[in-house]
């Protein structure tokens, strides 16, 4: 496995909230940094959160204060905990090294929030 790969996506209502999962068989999260980002229709990729090999956490400030990003080592996943999700929330969520790389891009998985 080379890519990402991210799930937990869905359809909620403007307050509501999800929970996105992220693994990759190859890369260790313990020893990497992981971010998760984001791509809205008709608008680049952005970061949205990051969480150091170490535990530190980071978030954009579009996201600071509902979303939090978390992870377990032994089952080598990343979480992002998502509430009071709002419209403009809306986007494909995708995970990759805190520095993204290329290749390792995934699928992604689709969040839509009805307003």
């Known amino acids: 496995q080379v890519q990402f790969v991210e799930s937990g996506g869905g359809l909620v209502q403007a307050g509501g909230s999800l929970r996105l999962s992220c693994t990759h068989s190859g890369i260790a999260f313990d020893i990497n940094d992981i971010g998760w980002y984001r791509q809205a229709p008709g608008k680049q990729r952005e970061w949205v959160a990051r969480?150091?090999?170490?535990?530190?956490?980071n978030y954009a400030g579009s996201v600071k204060g509902r979303f939090t990003i978390s992870k377990d080592n032994i089952k080598n996943t990343v979480f992002l905990q998502m509430n009071s999700l709002e419209a403009e929330d809306t986007a494909v969520y995708y995970c990759?090294?805190?520095?993204?790389?290329?290749?390792?891009w995934g699928r992604g998985t689709q969040v839509t929030v009805s307003s």
């Open positions: 969480i150091s090999r170490g535990g530190m956490k």
């Open positions: 990759n090294l805190g520095s993204p790389a290329f290749a390792y």
